[in-house]
């Protein structure tokens, strides 16, 4: 974040006045209570940092997950930042049953085959898995797998309010961005490339050559080398983005309308597939190797090095600086590069770099970061129906409903107009205004040991006197200290 943009932020942000005062706890839905009695999240005493900077365990949380919950500081300092970083990067290792038990509420997340999905209207499987992403990010232990999937979501990004997406979407969801989010980028980008829903969305299943005088549709061959590969400054040229679409001729995917019983199995028509040579980038794909023609064009545009740079640099915007050092971003390319595409040894390189721990406190929080960290500073339940969503909405970050394929910006510039549902936002959670999340203010407090204590927790550090004094003169101390430029950087 350049000075311009946080002198910008920091001065719309103390702009945005007084705020609502903190009322009671009002009453738990039915849905909401069926968790307490076993809830492992339940608030109990913890401690908070007392370090005045952003220390190595605030640092660490702060970038590998959607925020602190109440006693992570502690444990973190305990176990050592970089021990805790080392546990995100092997999800598998960790359980995360209560986040799973919650995920079963939403059945037709786990539909299968995909017809079953069309039992369901479109609405309905949205809301779902709105909720289930909600959820997650507020709950799972796999933290900084939840933020890579938030990450591959965006850069696959799939507008499923296109035909068959509307109900193909939660297969992607699963089957591709889930189950790749932390293994190898190739096999992961093999696997959005025939995602029934991105067949959809960027019109692969319409890739055809039924005759000689048949020219490819390029809009999947186009945004794989412009946005999910190379990057726009890749230097690909108008002939690669078309030999690319021949390659990727004959794939298509069985329609609701048509196939109702096969809805979403994908298949390979060799009959309308361009089968002659093709070079993309320099490399000579030969004649006659039908649906292999893919599998080398994966390894051409995956291993490339213009990839490495692009994804290295958007991995370095999301977890160090919006303009990263270029050593970094380097040093990230050429583990890409190294290992084939390996996601968790190209994360382990970037936090491992000194460029990493250097730089605390800079990132813009997208207002979906800035709300689900909210809820887990607070230890708030939620169940994250329409009025929690309708913030998320209003602030432009909705799930799932990003209508172009780059996927939510990364950049703070485009959400500094949503700062004024930030602070109604924090306004009402501190209130308990909005419908159906709840926290337990008293509880909180107590168990931080206090307001100033609380604010540390909060903040990541301790809070200066100005920021005591401005929360407790404003009658609104919780909702104050969520709007704060403090908080809403991580």
């Known amino acids: 974040m350049n000075e311009t943009s946080r002198r910008r932020f920091l001065q719309a942000t103390a702009a945005g006045g007084a705020l609502a005062g903190v009322g009671g706890f009002s009453a738990m839905s039915s849905w909401l209570a069926s968790f307490l009695s076993s809830d492992p999240d339940a608030i109990g005493p913890f401690r908070a940092s007392t370090s005045a900077e952003i220390d190595d365990a605030s640092h660490a949380i702060n970038r590998l997950t959607f925020g602190p919950r109440p006693g992570d500081h502690q444990r973190v300092s305990a176990m050592g930042a970089k021990a805790f970083i080392a546990e995100q990067l092997d999800p598998d290792s960790i359980a995360d049953h209560d986040s799973e038990k919650r995920s079963l509420h939403f059945e037709a997340l786990s539909a299968w085959p995909a017809g079953e999905l069309l039992e369901y209207s479109p609405a309905e499987l949205l809301d779902q898995l709105t909720r289930d992403k909600l959820q997650r990010a507020l709950h799972s232990k796999r933290q900084l797998f939840e933020v890579m999937v938030d990450f591959w979501s965006d850069h696959f990004n799939i507008d499923p309010s296109k035909g068959d997406s509307r109900w193909l979407k939660p297969l992607d969801d699963r089957h591709v961005i889930r189950k790749h989010a932390m293994g190898n980028f190739s096999e992961l980008l093999k696997a959005s490339a025939l995602s029934p829903s991105m067949l959809w969305y960027l019109d692969g299943r319409v890739n055809r050559r039924d005759s000689e005088h048949d020219k490819p549709n390029e809009n999947y061959g ?3 080398l412009e946005l999910h590969t190379l990057g726009v400054d890749g ?71 213009a990839t490495a740079m692009h994804l290295a640099t958007k991995l370095c915007r999301r ?8 050593p970094v971003v380097s040093a990230v390319a050429g583990t890409f590069l190294e290992t084939g595409g390996d996601i968790r040894k190209v994360l382990i390189t970037l936090f491992n770099h000194e460029a990493f721990w250097a730089t605390r406190g800079g990132l813009v929080k997208r207002p979906l970061h800035f709300v689900v960290s909210a809820l887990r500073a607070c230890g708030a339940e939620t169940n994250a129906g329409p009025a929690l969503q309708d913030y998320l909405l209003r602030m432009g970050h909705a799930p799932f409903q990003y209508p172009t394929p780059d996927g939510y910006p990364q950049e703070p510039e485009p959400w500094m107009a949503t700062l004024l549902w930030r602070w109604r936002f924090a306004s009402e959670f501190a209130a308990n205004g909005i419908k159906g999340t709840a926290i337990e203010m008293k509880t909180l407090v107590s168990a931080a040991g206090g307001k100033r204590e609380l604010a540390a927790h909060l903040l990541g550090r301790t809070p200066t006197e100005a920021e005591v004094t401005a929360a407790l003169d404003s009658g609104a101390p919780l909702a104050l200290m969520l709007a704060s430029p403090a908080f809403q950087l991580c």
Request: charged content about 30%.
């Open 222 to 224: 186009r945004e794989l």
């Open 235 to 305: 230097g690909y040229t108008q002939q690669d983005v078309m030999e690319a679409a021949r390659c990727l001729t004959g794939w298509t995917v069985h329609e609701r309308k048509k196939a109702r019983f096969a809805v979403g199995k994908v298949e390979f028509q060799a009959q309308r597939h361009d089968d002659g040579e093709k070079i993309v980038l320099g490399h000579k794909i030969p004649a006659g190797l039908g649906k292999g023609d893919l599998d080398r064009l994966i390894q051409i545009v995956a291993h490339h090095p």
């Open 319 to 326: 977890f160090i600086a919006d303009h990263p050092p270029l």
